[in-house]
């Protein structure tokens, strides 16, 4: 088989557009040490509050007056400090009904388990990703560190909504970095306006290799697209899961400088990730192919 037409044809049949003339946008890369400096709870945009442990750990609190929705659990051992967050914004951990997860690795899942033990909420997660969680990672092959199983009481399915008094979250299968990563969709309102808000599960390439994992086959195209998936989302605010992505620390400074929430509109921050990531992808192709 001819490797290198099929990788062109692959490209053009996925239709990705390579932007090698354009000005080359670079994949998002840890912003700085900042990453790592604990984070105090604060208030981003309408019902969104952030409650991660630091810019790189992230964790969302979407409150409403029917209780309140979790993204990402973080690890175990970020949960105590997660549920400090939780009441230091004036909110109730036992308040908390759905724990909803980016993707099954134990960054952002590790923690399920305990946040379920400690306020009773049910855990969601798309059905591919299901089996990692329900096996601390044990089903996954690729993940070397296992941590503590939680049950799944619901798996999802692309384009499936979780509704909880007045606030509606939607879920986007874009896999690649696993199967069932989830990228979460919802809208929030500020000052009388409304705004698409994303909260993005990353799509940077991470497996040893695109065209010949032995454990996710389907890698490449499950990432072409999702890369299609992520660019057809109507997207003001840029949330994510990991705080690097989408320079979450600088963010913060101009929020307390004075900004406020509107430091977080950033369609255009959210455009350069997915082009910047798309760009690596297309170029491993490329370099696996003339490879082989
Ligand atoms: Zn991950």
Known sequence: MQIKYFVVSFIMAMSLSINAQAQMPVS??????????????????????YIGTTAQSTSYLITSPEGHIVIDSMFEKSVPTMLEHVKKLGFKPSDIKYILTVHAHSDHVGGHALLQEETGAKILVMAEDASIVETGGKADSAVETPWTPAKVDKQLKDGEQVTLGGTTLTAHLTPGHTQGCTT?????????????VVFMCGVRIDGPSLLSDKDYPDVATDLAGSYKVLESLPVDVYLGGHGYWFNLSEKIKRMKAGEGYKAFIDPEGYRRAINGWQNDFIDKLIKEAMAK
């Open 184 to 196: 979460w969709t919802t809208v929030a309102e500020e000052e009388g306006k409304k705004y698409n």
């Open 28 to 49: 998002p890369g840890p912003d700085s040490p900042d990453s790592l400096v604990p984070v105090e709870p604060f208030h981003i945009i309408g019902n969104i509050y």
